[in-house]
């Protein structure tokens, strides 16, 4: 692991980053917020990367980090009151969630497969990697699972330092709080997760009422996340031990079910067994055993270790019964 510093170099920290992302690895990076850890946010392989570092058990929609505006229409389109809303706020401490745009470049496991997109402009030198970077980067705080989020280059080395090759320096962050989250739509602004832009000043500039959700970020990250969440049209069975005609089948490491000659489609996440590789390719998986299945979508037991354990999760959300 290496820091380096910022104010000391900023060309040589601004090049580095951006060959350990080009790279698919991670950074950990200083943001006007908290530290954040970051990855190339349409490399499915990298984004896996920080659920295994983070030791997240469950594959949650990540907020990616945009150099502007112009960079955010590529990826998320904009309604009238969102686009207010970044001319007034951007960049800083705001967050919106907004239709992702389809066909475009962000990997699935970004978002967690939903058809919405969480995007933010940071300040600063973040701002200036991700011009250079000219990708999105998908980027949680750089803390490991249930521990606060870092604002300091001290924190993220103390807490992830092992498992980060480059942590940037950039001091203490400005607002030391995660950005403020909301949902801009026809019918207003929803409020999903306080943060360091008081609702109060979104309120003064869109003229809006910010409606305090019920489904804050709590709610969010709970079951009830399930319900904005991809549900397989098929009946989906999870450690399945056998295959039925007209079934699709998920596998993994190359393993057979019996019946699994006469599958609609056998899909294999990791021919290899390679977990990160895997999780990558969970949701469009899914997706496209949804679409192939003429019975339902069997999926093979998959190792409940490292990121084994949030794929497992997702898979067992999908196969839930439907309210
Ligand atoms: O200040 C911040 O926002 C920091 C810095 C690094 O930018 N980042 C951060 O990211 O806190 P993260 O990935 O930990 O925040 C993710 C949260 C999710 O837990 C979820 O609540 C919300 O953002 N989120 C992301 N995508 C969403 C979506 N499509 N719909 C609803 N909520 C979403
Ligand atoms: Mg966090």
Partial sequence: MAILSIAQNEDIAREEACRILADGGLIALPTETVYGLAADATNGKAV????????????????????????????????????????????????????????????ALTCAGLDTLAVRVPTGFAQSLIARFDRPLAAPSANT????????????????????????????AAIGLESTIIKPTEKGVELLRPGGLAASEIESVSGIRVARSAEAEPAIEAPGMLRSHYAPGAHMRINARTAAAGDAVITFAGAALPGDEDASIILDLSPSGDLREAAANL??????????????????????KGLGEAINDRLERAAAPRV
């Fill in 48 to 107: 896996a990367r920080i659920f295994e570092v983070k030791g997240r058990p469950r594959f949650n929609p990540l907020i990616c980090h945009m150099s502007g505006i112009e960079m955010a229409q590529r990826y998320v389109d904009f309604n009238a009151l969102a686009m207010r809303l970044a001319e007034a706020f951007w960049p800083g401490p705001l967050t919106l969630v907004l239709p992702l745009r389809p066909g475009t470049a962000v990997h």
């Fill in 283 to 304: 949701f469009d998986y899914m997706k496209r055993a949804d679409a192939a299945a003429r019975g339902a979508i069997a999926v093979v037991p998959i190792p409940n």
């Fill in 145 to 172: 699972s249930g521990k606060i989020s870092s604002t300091t280059a001290a924190h993220v080395a103390t807490d992830l330092g092992d498992r980060v090759p480059l942590i940037l320096d950039g001091g203490p």
